[in-house]
């Protein structure tokens, strides 16, 4: 199932007018040195947003410098490289947007989604196939070795990661599946090439090129768009 968008879009949804004008509000506190939490209470209070639009601003909008350092990071070649993957982030991007939820581009190119499955969801074939869709593109970038994390408080995470690892035999990928306490902690202290990750702490500190492993999936499997936050962040009336 390629080269077609799944899911209908959410982005009529949170995309209304105000929710335009709070994005720029929230960028320019961040920008002048606001505290994140803080600002989100100011604007979306003031613009009375949703959940899932708090959520948005808050991973889609970071300042000026913050995004451009984490842009720094990015590439797309992974080939003849050992690779860390974030797997359950990995894997939760892919699931969200086949659920549906809004997936956007955030300020630092990088793509981000307003789910909140924290740990907790159906263990259906959805995602099944989404694990199948990470493995079989990983192969076929033909990286040196892909290790793949799964954060262990995760239900049925032991489960999980035997299924990769047969898939990872299956599709002649060199590499492990390892449950351990958190997937952070190995992407931020084991020596790799490549890290697969959206996570911002993790990326701030990372010592390797990152790769937006789910984004290059949905674009290539699915042919996927995604709003863009930054162009959210141009100027606009009232009137």
């Known amino acids: 199932m390629t080269g077609q968008n799944l899911v209908p879009s959410a982005d009529h949804v949170l995309l209304n007018e105000d929710f335009m004008f709070a994005c720029r509000d929230y ?5 002048h040195g606001y505290p994140e939490r803080g600002a989100i209470k100011l604007v979306g209070d003031r613009y009375r947003l949703n959940r899932d639009q708090r959520t948005v601003l808050y991973r889609g909008i970071s300042s000026e ?9 990015l590439v797309h070649d992974i080939k003849n490289r050992s690779v860390a993957v974030d797997g ?53 970038m033909q990286p040196a070795s892909a ?21 990872l035999a299956a599709h002649n990928l060199k590499g492990t599946c390892q449950v351990i306490r958190s997937a952070d902690f190995a992407l931020k202290h084991f020596p790799y090439e490549r890290l697969a990750t959206s996570d911002t702490v993790i990326i701030e500190r990372a010592a390797s090129p990152v790769i937006d492993l789910p984004r290059m999936i949905l674009e290539q499997q699915y042919k996927a768009e ?3 936050i930054s162009e959210l962040l141009l100027p606009c009336s009232k009137d």
């Open 226 to 228: 995604f709003v863009k």
């Open 65 to 73: 410098e913050r995004s451009a350092r984490r842009r720094s990071f």
């Open 147 to 167: 290790d793949i994390f799964l954060d262990s408080p995760v239900s049925h995470s032991e489960r999980h990661a035997q299924v990769i690892y047969d898939l």
């Open 88 to 140: 359950y982030n990995v894997l939760f991007s892919l699931l969200n947007y086949r659920l549906g939820r809004f997936i956007f581009i955030s300020t630092d190119n990088i793509m981000r989604d307003a789910g909140s499955l924290h740990g907790k969801f159906r263990d259906d074939i959805t995602f099944a196939d989404c694990v199948v869709l990470m493995v079989k593109f990983l192969a076929s």
């Open 27 to 31: 960028s320019y506190l961040v920008n």
